[in-house]
């Protein structure tokens, strides 16, 4: 069973930045495919960013050039470096793991 724990939400202001880090423990985080999803109140669930096991990324379009997704296999962790935050980019940030495991979340609000 893997288990994903999400860290590094808050509140910022516009245009600032924060990293969220999901450390994974219980499988073989090497393998696995890593992405980030966010969901905002009202709103469904939607793709930010993905990292596969090779390193390749894709980004939604809301985020690109602001946002960037990597791992360190070495700590189990993948990361989201997320840049000149906008206030539409305010929801819950979900950790998943092999299309298939989930993050409890980490809340990002972005207002002044």
């Known amino acids: 069973q893997v288990q994903l724990v999400e860290s590094g939400g808050g509140l910022v202001q516009p245009g600032g930045s924060l990293r969220l880090s999901c450390a994974a423990s219980?499988?073989?985080?090497?393998?696995?495919?890593m992405a980030w999803y966010r969901q905002a109140p009202g709103k469904q669930r939607e793709l930010v960013a993905a990292i596969t096991s090779g390193g390749s990324t894709n980004y939604g379009g809301s985020v690109k050039g602001r946002f960037t997704i990597s791992r360190d296999n070495a700590k189990n962790t993948v990361y989201l470096q997320m840049n000149n935050l906008k206030a539409e980019d305010t929801a819950v940030y979900y950790c998943?793991?092999?299309?298939?495991?989930w993050g409890q979340g980490t809340q990002v609000t972005v207002s002044s």
């Open positions: 219980g499988g073989i985080f090497s393998i696995y495919a």
């Open positions: 998943n793991a092999a299309q298939w495991y």
